[in-house]
């Protein structure tokens, strides 16, 4: 083997070694969520309800019904709108909000951080129907402690506010309790990346003369660019599927539906009824425009010259 | 390594059933029916009751029951599992399409029976029924619960009611008395919020539909009609549409502002209640002991919730738990024995002792409320009438796609009119009923 | 870190325990709920202390009956969980950085794709896949822990290949180089070399299997309906009522979950980050 024939090279043992290192994580995707993949857009096709999976009742294949009643939906397209400019919403503020704290959490000492990250683990950690409902209590109209203090403040506008009768209100209140329970995530994860960086790599920079902030921005950035990525597509994926937070702190969709994004417009038109039909094509049609959505992402990223897939 | 070589295995089989299916979606393996299932007259038979988080009085209350039934039968033993009421889609799913982790026979809410039933889930009790001596003192609006397209699927178990909650001491402060009629219920409401602004004259919500449905029943319009073989909303129809907006009237500044009201449930309402913020709200028997532990705890009375017609009492939702017997069951005859003994009049006796469920007999229903005056108003409201939900799988999708909450909402916040509101919410349940 | 300038720091540790009191006031509040009675929980005065704490929420939910045995499931679905998916996501994403071969590209995006689809689609044609899987290997199959070690591995395997990659696309090629030099074989560099190196990363990614195989409801009331074999979330949801939500059990039951993370947290951080990243940067 030469030197410069190192292991990134295309060679003939590379497929096999791959095949060898992949095999079990393959074993296990492709029997529990390949195949059950490929029965979901399978059912999407049929009238499929719990008497047709319990076989009480024969499968009718019915084409692109499912997907017909869903597109001549009104009300589908206007959730669908919503939830892209929800999702994009938290996508930002938590990347931003996680950013800048992994920044922050590397320039301070070991207290401070521990502290800051015990913090974040916990909003992380609290199952999402307690982190939603605490965030409902703080902000109840008559019983929160969010209007009493600002009545005290001297806000006496605010006595009886109600934070989820608004839309736009009630989306940036959802919106604050999911940045609050998933920035840590985006955090944790650039904190590991800035902490991965070789100690000399950043010493070099420094000792170049560059400012902290110089330093962040031309030797950390590029390093992390990958991770940042990941964490971006993670997001976009987690926050274009919520559904606790919207489906426990509108009550379910608002005042009249006001609030419903895709998973509970699903749950609303499809699950709860158990219309799995139904219920599998919203699911096929969420998964091809989060698929559309990343995959401009991974183009985008490729034109600035950053392969990562 | 046993456990990656079992993983191993189990992934490999995973492979070749999906192989070995080909091409249609999944299916469970026939159910089979009555005809063809043995009828054992031993062994275990499993059982499936609602845990509930202080489940000790009604777990000793069934192990009684259990040991009473093994007794009388050698050689059977009764096995309970207790399952948490917010699982119970996932569990009965699971049940129907794997029969043998099926139990034989499962208490569950009588808004789920149609959509079981639907499911061919649960075996038809009719004939059983007629030849139980008991049954002939079951409530019949409460019995109706417990029915599908005229057969009857299970046994009532016990019953859930709604009644006025209010607080005598404002009342007292305003000279007031317990409204007779609905229109008056709208008044009173209107009179206390004008003299005590900090108070909701009466808490209800735009998604509290069991409070609701009484103001449209006793406006003498109705969810539905059946014609022929279908459903047919009859909510835009001018009786039903008027009892709705009564209680959207509710739903205003003066009353119940939109604002903090269009979206409470009827959990969030009681708890307004309790919290001393409402002068009045509609709560069941089942909300006292949330109530009681609030400030308004001793301050407050229940009357039955008045109709239309003045000393009229509004027909209420009969809510409640019912007993049934699996289509799957291998033992089909001490399914329905077990059941008659522990949905029979010496159990819910037992079973409102240990954990307040009204019975669903009438004779019953009255003995206890000798005992116990707060039950009266509920007894009373029991005795005169309730309705129900119309008994199709269709109405669990009416119900999970809020098509009533949204119109009341949209009527409170005036986004639409009675009439527009009402018609989009009929158009969207005759969908649902077409479907 | 040396690089830092030092004179902002102190501005930096303020604003950072300040942020990390405004992101832990809602966990606070979580725990003062659980600990408030009944009629305190939601009042019209509320107040960000109580003068009468009280155990009983506490209480209710350790007194759920198998309350230690849903514990000592959730704890071990939740470890075997992080053990596999660690080792057999690094290895995928050792393969998916280090080596060249087609499809590779496709392999990445179907990784994501298997994330997009949502969960709750998929239970139905899992849970025929589960009962399958039983007839051949009972452990795996409904009712068991395994089911529910098999679906939650499915679920974070393709997250923590994704985040793996990035950590070992992160290390220079030359290291690779150099110990292809030194004559190392590339079993031995994968697990000596690379593993400690990307440790980090491990963190990340551990932690969040844990989560989602500690907090998951759905999987855990589909797959399991056998007493013996629940996890934790089961014995909150007893106290999720249509008609009255038990809110000061929930909060107490919640916080008695949140508490294992943490602790998991602190001792993932110590010995994978301090330790290994340590040992191989000094």
């Not at chain 1, 409902?136 to 402690?145: H, I, N, Q, S």
């Not at chain 2, 009045?280 to 909300?287: E, L, R």
């Not at chain 2, 209420?316 to 699996?326: E, P, T």
């Not at chain 3, 045995?69 to 950085?97: E, I």
């Amino acid at each position: 083997m030469s030197a410069g024939d190192g292991m990134t090279t295309t060679r003939r043992g590379d497929a096999l070694a791959a095949a060898r290192y992949l095999a079990p994580a393959a074993l296990v995707l492709v029997g529990l969520l390949g195949y059950p993949m490929y029965q979901l857009v399978l059912i999407s096709f049929y009238d499929y309800g719990q008497e047709q999976a319990s076989a009480g009742a024969p499968l009718t294949f019915i084409g692109f019904d499912n997907y017909q009643r869903l597109f001549s939906e009104p009300q589908f397209w206007g959730v669908l709108g919503q939830t892209v400019a929800f999702a994009a919403a938290c996508v930002a503020g938590t990347l931003l909000v996680g950013g800048a704290l992994a920044v922050l959490a590397s320039r301070v000492r070991a207290v401070p951080r521990t502290l800051l990250f015990l913090a974040a683990l916990g909003a992380w950690a609290t199952p999402a129907v307690a982190g939603s409902t605490v965030w409902l209590f703080l902000f109840d109209a008559d019983l929160g402690l969010v209007n009493e203090v600002l009545v005290g403040l001297g806000i006496h506008d605010m006595a009886g506010y109600s934070w989820t009768y608004d839309k736009l209100v009630a989306f940036a209140l959802v919106a604050g309790e999911v940045i609050w329970c998933s920035f840590p995530f985006v955090m944790v994860t650039l904190y590991a990346g800035i902490r991965a960086i070789p100690a000399e790599v950043l010493e070099a920079a420094t000792l170049d003369g560059a400012s902290t902030w110089r330093a962040t921005r031309s030797v950390v950035l590029p390093l992390l660019r990958p991770l940042i990525a990941v964490a971006t597509i993670q997001s976009i994926i987690w926050d274009f599927k919520l559904f606790t937070q919207i489906y426990v702190m509108t009550g379910g969709g608002g005042v009249a539906g006001q609030n419903l994004v895709l998973n509970v417009y699903a749950y609303q038109q499809a699950f709860a009824a158990s219309d799995y039909g139904l219920g599998s094509a919203i699911g096929v049609v969420m998964t091809v425009v989060l698929l559309v959505v990343t995959l401009f992402y991974l183009r985008a990223l490729r034109r600035r010259g950053e392969e990562l897939a | 390594m046993r456990v990656g070589r079992g993983l191993v295995g189990a992934v490999a089989a995973v492979l070749g059933a999906a192989v070995a299916v080909g091409c249609a979606p999944v299916q469970s393996k026939p159910v089979g029916g009555a005809a063809n299932s043995p009828d054992h007259a031993t062994g275990t038979l499993r059982v499936w009751l609602f845990d509930e988080a202080n489940r000790a009085p009604k777990e000793a209350v069934v192990r009684e029951a259990a040991a009473e039934f093994e007794s009388a039968h050698p050689g059977v033993r009764v096995d309970v599992q207790y399952v948490q009421v917010d699982s119970r889609a996932e569990r009965f799913k699971a049940a129907f399409n794997d029969p043998r982790s099926a139990p034989d026979v499962a208490e569950f809410g009588n808004t789920d029976l149609a959509g079981y039933v639907a499911a061919g889930g649960f075996a038809d009790l009719g004939a059983d029924l007629a030849s139980w001596t008991e049954a002939r003192d079951l409530t019949p609006s409460v019995l109706d619960t417990a029915r599908v397209d005229g057969k009857t699927y299970a046994t009532p178990w016990y019953v859930g009611v709604r009644a006025l909650y209010y607080r005598t001491d404002v009342f007292e402060e305003l000279g007031l008395r317990p409204p007779r009629s609905a229109a008056e219920l709208v008044e009173t409401a209107r009179r206390i919020r004008e003299r005590r602004p900090d108070l909701y004259g009466i808490s209800v919500g735009g998604k509290y539909t069991y409070a609701m449905l009484p103001f449209l029943w006793s406006a003498g319009g109705d969810l539905a009609r059946r014609d022929g073989a279908n459903w047919v909303s009859t909510v835009d129809q001018e009786p039903a549409r008027a009892g709705i907006s009564r209680y959207a009237e509710l739903l205003r500044d003066d009353v119940c502002p939109p604002a903090q009201c269009a979206q409470m449930t009827g959990s969030s309402s009681v708890q307004a209640f309790a919290a001393g913020k409402a002068a009045m709200t509609v709560g069941g028997d089942f909300n006292r002991k949330a109530v009681d532990a609030g400030v308004a705890a001793g301050k407050y009375a229940v009357v039955p919730l008045p109709g239309e017609r003045e000393g009229s009492v509004a027909p209420a939702f009969a809510g409640g738990n019912l007993l049934g017997v699996l289509r799957g069951t291998e033992r089909r005859t001490l399914a329905v024995a077990f059941t008659k003994l522990l949905a029979g009049k010496k159990y819910q006796r037992k079973m409102f002792e240990a954990m307040g469920n009204l019975p669903t007999f009438t004779d019953l229903q009255r003995e206890v409320a000798e005992g116990q005056p707060f039950q009266r108003p509920f007894v009373d409201t029991l005795a005169a009438g309730t309705r129900f939900v119309p008994a199709t799988p269709a109405w669990a999708k009416i119900d999970a796609q809020a098509v009533l909450p949204t119109a009341v909402q949209e009527i409170a916040t005036g986004a639409k009119t009675a009439p527009e509101a009402t018609r989009a919410a009929a158009e969207r349940m005759n969908a649902a009923f077409r479907s | 870190m040396r690089w830092l300038r030092r004179p902002g720091r102190a501005a930096a540790e303020v604003l950072t325990v300040v942020i990390a009191g405004v992101v832990a006031f809602p966990l606070y509040w979580m725990v003062l709920t659980a600990l408030k009675p009944e009629g305190e929980v939601l009042s019209a005065n509320p107040r960000p202390w109580t003068l009468a704490p009280t155990w009983d929420n506490f209480h209710r939910v350790l007194t759920v009956s198998g309350f230690g045995r849903f514990f000592l499931n959730s704890v071990v679905v939740a470890l075997v969980v992080v053990a596999l998916s660690l080792v057999l996501s690094f290895l995928a994403a050792v393969a998916l950085t280090r080596f060249r071969f087609r499809g590779r590209t496709v392999l990445l995006v179907m990784l994501l794709v298997a994330q997009m689809v949502p969960v709750e689609a998929l239970t139905i044609p899992l849970f025929f896949v589960m009962r399958i899987v039983g007839e051949t290997a009972p452990v795996f199959g409904v009712n068991h822990l395994g089911s529910l070690v098999l679906v939650h591995l499915a679920f974070s395997l393709p997250f923590a290949v994704w985040m793996l990659r990035g950590f070992v696309a992160a290390v220079p090629v030359e290291l690779e180089e150099a110990a292809a030099l030194d004559g190392a074989s590339r079993f031995r560099f994968t697990w000596q070399v690379l593993f400690p190196i990307v440790a980090p990363g491990l963190v990340a990614s551990s932690v969040l299997s844990f989560i989602h195989a500690w907090n998951d409801f759905l999987f855990a009331k589909t797959f399991v309906t056998v007493e013996e074999s629940q996890t934790l979330p089961l014995a909150i949801l007893v106290f999720f009522k249509p008609d009255q939500n038990d809110w000061g059990a929930i909060m107490a039951g919640s916080t008695l979950m949140t508490i294992p993370v943490l602790v998991f947290f602190v001792l993932v951080q110590r010995r994978l980050v301090s330790g290994l990243a340590g040992a191989v940067k000094g």
